[in-house]
């Protein structure tokens, strides 16, 4: 059984800092690794992903990811933060095969403080 | 403009009775896809269909069948409804069914059943 740990179901920082949201994963085989925000009454949106290659993937507003196999873990960085990047932000885990649903995390609130 | 249109936004219904949610996208995408979001629960995936066929179905209960009518559409039936099937049902699309594919989501239908 393949599962996503969140493990800060809540943080917050003030603008400016730097965050880390921590994602790690359970399943031995390949996998495609995504990072997606949801803003407050909206759906979720693309941030990053990984699937090979560089272990560090940049995506949108500054947002980077770090795969690590090791660890199991896929953490998700800004170097600072805004006001705007307040949201709840899920990681997701896709096993390759036949299917291709993604396992969510739980989330991870970040709120960011002026 | 929203690319993905779930309509109704928000749904009031009484148990035992059937709904439609609906859902259309016109990012031009080949896969469409189905997920749950209920409270305290991660994300879900229900469903996966490539070129309006069912490629993947992850809900037990046959009360829930989507109804692909275009390519661009692909309605969820909910029949016999329960308080249990209060939550946010989102639509999601993807260029095709390969597995790097990136998810875009809809904003989401909230269906509440009293």
Known sequence: TQTVSQSDAHVTVFEGDSVELRCNYS???SIYLSWYIQHHGRGLQFLLKYYSGNPVVQGVNGFEAEFSKSDSSFHLRKASVH???SAVYFCAVRVTGNTRKLIFGLGTTLQVQP | DPKIIQKPKYLVAVTGSEKILICEQYLGHNAMYWYRQSAKKPLEFMFSYSYQKLMDNQTASS???PQSS???HLDLQITALKPDDSATYFCASSQDWGVQN???FGAGTRL???
């Open chain 2, 63 to 65: 009360r829930f069948q």
């Open chain 1, 83 to 85: 006001w705007s990047d």
């Open chain 2, 102 to 104: 990136t998810l875009y």
């Open chain 1, 27 to 29: 399943y031995g085989g």
């Open chain 2, 112 to 114: 509440s059943v009293l």
């Open chain 2, 70 to 72: 275009k390519k661009n």
